[in-house]
Every structure is written in C-alpha cells, then in structure tokens.
C-alpha cells in the first residue's frame, strides 16, 4: 500500500472562487423556479407529441367535430382572472393584510375550481360521444396533454387550501410567505401553459 | 410578527424583505398584464371563430406568434422575471429551458414530419377499414 504520501500530505486549500454573486440565503424561490421549468420539459414533450399525432384521427372524429370553442372561452377567462386574483393576493400579503390576502385566495381557488370542473364535463361529454382517450392517436395526445394541465390545476388547489389553513392557523409567518410565493409562481405557470393548450391544441386544433 | 395584522410592511420579517421585493409585483403590473393577456386572448378567438382569416397557413402562424407574444406577457407581468432576481439565475434557468424546449419541439415536427411524407406507402390489406368509424350522435347531425 502507497497511499502513505497521499494521508500524509496536508489537506489542500478551498481553491474555489464565487466568481458571480451567490443566490440569496433562501434559495426555495429559485428552486422551486428550477421545479418549474423541468415542468415545462413534461408539457413540451406533451405538445410535442400532440404536435405529431394531433391529425392521426384514425378514422375517427377531427379536431372541429370535438373541441368546443365557447366552452374553451369561458374556461380560458377563467384560469386568467384567476392567475390575476391569485396576483392581487399577492399583493395583499406584501402589505400584511392577511383577511384580504384570504379573500382574494378563494376567489381565485373558486375560479380554478370552476375551471376543473368544467374541464372534467368537458372530458365525460367527449368521452359519451365516441371521441375517448382510446379512440384515436389525436385524442390520446390529447387527453394526455390537456388532463396533465388539469392535473397540476386540480393539485394546484389543493396546495392552496392547505395554505389558506396554515395561514388562518398560524399567520402570516416567514415559511407561509415562502410558501405562498411559490404557489404563487406555480398558478401563474398554469396559466402561461394553458395560453399554449388553447392556442395550440384547441385553436389550430379547429382549424387545421 | 406580533402583530400579523399591523398595515404597515413591518409584519414581515426582515429576512425576506429583501427578497420580496426582487418579485413582487404592483397592482399596475397585474393590470397591465391582465389587460394585455385579455386581449391577445380575444383577438385568436375572434380569428378562429369569426373565419376571418381564409388562408389556413397564415391563420395558425398569426394564432401562433400571438401565443408566443402573450406567453411573453405572461413572464413579464405575473411571473416576474428578470434579469436581477436571484442574481439572474432565473433568466439563465429560463433560456436554458427555452432553448431546449425548442428543440424538442421543432426537431420533434420536423423529423416525424420527414418519416410521414418518406414513409413507403401501405398496403391496402394493412390500412385502417373506414368501416371502423362509427359515426357519433355529434357528428351525424352534420
């Protein structure tokens, strides 16, 4: 054995240098960021493959036989006034005002809420007329993509509740604040990934 | 935080203070953001749905470029990012992503797009029976 030469010598020098500036000492913001453009990797992938198969039909229903544009109307302002309630809450918070922090909270977990639900409606119409998950390629990217989103919404609200019940418990204290801040950046990424599915999918879905 | 209801941003601590105000929006901010999203929103409905523009191409470019236009909306005004939050790791993570996220999807529609048009062409006995289509309550009634 010759490692007498290596456990003898002294321990080298840290010789590493913040060459920028370090992140600030609570890092969550900009980890929970990092989270969510992994989570964009997810919903690329999801249009990537809605962008292949998106006119497979199989035989089976188009895309302007089965996407129903009003609905998709009422359900866009929706998840939009609801990232602008969520913002207004925000707001809130940063003042300390944590009675209307609360409100705006719920007007915009109602307005989600709504928007789940009728997605869902959506999905079990589609599904009694023939136009499933299973009946062709396009329809299985597309459920794929679009119940994702509606996924993340559903978790979204419930995140939210369990931070409304934090907040009224125990107020608003440094670690709701974080927490709420990155729920936060989490609503409002839903709505910037919906402006894709109702461009993309729904949209140019109709049309092509 | 003795008094998590005083006006004043005193009830926060000081701790996050400095970081609130690297994201923290103002009530101007979301407006014009609501505002702007509202009607980048309107104006691809209204294309769509008023058949107002003929041409097929140029209808899912403009539907396109303003999806892009109002995701750029969207980061601005509600996610808040810029180039001086968190020492401009956000904007780095953020292009970071971009770039790849195109990737996947113009390399994902470009090549699938060369397999299709290149693909031998089937046999009849192989392709689907139209037969298979059963025509929905929906659809009939067209």
Known sequence: MNTTAIDTAPPAPADYYCLTES????????????????????????????????????????????????GLAVNTALLLVSSVTFGFAMLEMARGRKGAMLGWLAVAGLLAAAFVSLEIREFLGMIAEGAGPGRSAFLSSFFTLVATHGL????????????????????????????????????????????GVFSYVYLVGVVR | ??????????????????????????????????????????????????????????LILVILALAIVQIFVHIVYFLHLDTRSESGWNMMAFIFTAVLVIIVLGASIWVMYNENVNMMPMAPQYQQHPISHQPTGKQASR
């Not at chain 1, 292949?52 to 199989?58: N, P």
């Not at chain 2, 901010?29 to 294309?47: C, H, K, S």
């Open chain 2, 1 to 58: 935080m003795s008094q998590p209801s005083s006006p004043g941003h005193h009830a926060m601590p000081p701790a996050s203070h400095d970081a609130m105000h690297e994201h923290q929006g103002s009530l101007r901010g979301y407006l014009t953001g609501f505002l702007l999203a509202a009607i980048l929103t309107v104006i691809p409905f209204w294309l769509v749905m008023g058949h107002a523009i003929a041409n097929q191409q140029v």
């Open chain 1, 152 to 195: 993340h919404v559903t978790l979204g609200i419930l995140w939210l509740v369990v931070l409304v019940v934090q907040s009224i418990r125990f107020g608003l204290t440094e670690d709701n604040v974080r927490r709420l801040r990155c729920l936060s950046m989490f609503w409002h990424f839903l709505d910037l990934v919906w402006v």
């Open chain 1, 23 to 70: 992140p600030p000492r609570n890092g969550t913001l900009l980890g929970f960021w990092i989270y969510l453009m992994s989570d964009c990797f997810i919903f690329a992938s999801l249009f990537a493959c809605y962008a292949v198969l998106g006119t497979a039909y199989a035989g089976g229903p188009t895309g302007a036989e089965v996407l129903d544009l009003p």
